[in-house]
């Protein structure tokens, strides 16, 4: 157990439906990060917050995709009228940050995986 | 091209032998990470190194910087150590992880 928790473990639903997923960070963790991850392949980055504020978005992530961060502490990740392409692990990690700037490794949660039928 | 190759995509080994995980980028970083997958999906971080080797317990993990290649070693291989080896590289300006595709090690008793 690495501290960071997410919610559901597991998702099926039928194409067209939304699902938001939810991701719980260690507590003094101001940073984190969303990823996601098809089968064979290594996860790719989603997005990132350092507190509330969504700093950075990839292309991946499109207009049915929506992340947030109200309070600074959990996360949620939203998307809507779900395709089967969308099937994936939806993988989250937080880290601190270090007053020195030094780099500090990002712990990851168990992932949620999601099935669009 | 990725920005991080890694090799071989799969591995089988018997217990007790020495294995090598390769991984080679082609962006400028600040550091690399190595983390394992189990089946399920959860991912532990390994090692995090910029320069130089790293060694806990049976596992080594070195990087070259100016090659912009890493390796990953595994001493007396066991079967508890089946799972996949990850190799991620820090960029951009959020330093989120690129990672590569993942390497599927099986080791066998």
């Known amino acids: 157990d690495t501290g960071v928790s997410q919610d559901p473990r597991h998702k099926i639903t039928k194409r067209g439906q939304n699902v938001t997923f939810r991701c719980d960070p260690i507590s003094e963790h101001n940073r984190l990060y969303w990823y996601r991850q098809t089968l064979g392949q290594g996860p790719e980055f989603l997005t990132y917050?350092?507190?509330?504020?969504?700093?950075?978005k990839s292309r991946l992530l499109s207009d049915r995709f929506s992340a947030e961060r109200p309070k600074g502490s959990f996360s949620t990740l939203e998307i809507q009228r779900t395709e089967q392409g969308d099937s994936a692990m939806y993988l989250c990690a937080s880290r601190s940050a270090k007053t020195s700037g030094a780099y500090n490794e990002q712990f990851f949660g168990p992932g949620t995986r999601l099935t669009v039928l | 091209k990725n920005e991080v190759e890694q090799s071989p995509q799969n591995l089988t080994a018997q217990e007790g032998e020495f294995i090598t995980i390769n991984c080679s980028y082609s962006v400028g970083i600040s550091a690399l990470h190595w983390l394992q997958q189990h089946p399920g999906g959860g991912i532990v971080s390994l090692f995090m190194?910029?320069?130089g080797k790293k060694k806990h317990g049976r596992l080594i993990a070195t990087i070259n910087i100016q090659e912009k290649h890493s390796s990953l070693h595994i001493t007396a291989s066991h079967p508890r150590d089946s799972a996949v080896y990850i190799c991620a590289v820090l960029s951009g300006s959020a330093r989120q992880l690129t990672f590569g595709s993942g390497t599927q090690l099986t080791v066998l008793p």
């Open positions: 190194l910029s320069s």
């Open positions: 917050f350092q507190n509330e504020a969504q700093l950075e």
